[in-house]
């Protein structure tokens, strides 16, 4: 569902439902607000939850994994039924629970253009840190993701 605001968030319009692009089931959340980069393209990073949660765990041991969503016709001003989404992502990022081998659980990524036009990843994992990766071509691929060493 979305919202559209012409008055920097005084009012909004009635909820409308928005076609999402196919080719990636599960259950999808976004939380970040798009960002537009240097070449124009507004991009977002996006969580997909596959399957159930894992038997006696909670609710953070679920497949998952992160992706980077690309608005690709915002700037026409459509309305926001007519906004038109696209994957960005190649393939998904993925970073291995520790409890539970074999399965990815890589949550809630946000990303930032870098000055040099690299796009920056962080997203939330099981593993006591959260991990980063580096796109150097718009986030159509990014590097294996690593653990935050701060």
């Known amino acids: 569902m979305a919202e559209y605001s012409d008055d920097e968030g005084e009012t909004f319009t ?3 439902s928005i076609r999402l ?3 990636r089931e599960g259950y999808w959340v976004v939380w970040q607000t798009p960002m537009q980069c240097a070449d124009g393209a507004y991009l977002v990073g996006c969580t997909v939850w596959y399957g159930d949660t894992v038997p006696n765990t909670n609710w953070c041991h679920r ?3 992160a992706h980077i969503l690309s608005f690709d016709n915002l700037d ?3 309305q926001a039924k007519d906004v038109k989404i696209s994957w960005r992502t190649e393939q998904a990022l993925a970073v291995e629970d520790p409890m539970v081998p074999g399965m990815s659980v890589f949550q809630e990524p946000s ?3 870098l000055p040099d036009g690299r796009i920056w990843l962080q997203g939330r994992t099981m593993k006591d840190s959260p991990y980063w990766a ?3 071509d718009g986030g159509r ?3 294996e993701p690593q ?3 701060y």
Do not use: A, C, H, Q
Request: hydrophobic share 25%; aromatic share 4%.
């Open 14 to 16: 009635d909820p409308v």
């Open 134 to 136: 580096i796109s150097e």
């Open 147 to 149: 653990p935050m060493r």
């Open 141 to 143: 691929t990014f590097t």
């Open 21 to 23: 692009p196919e080719g």
């Open 76 to 78: 026409d001003d459509p």
């Open 111 to 113: 990303i930032v253009e």
């Open 63 to 65: 497949e998952s994994t």
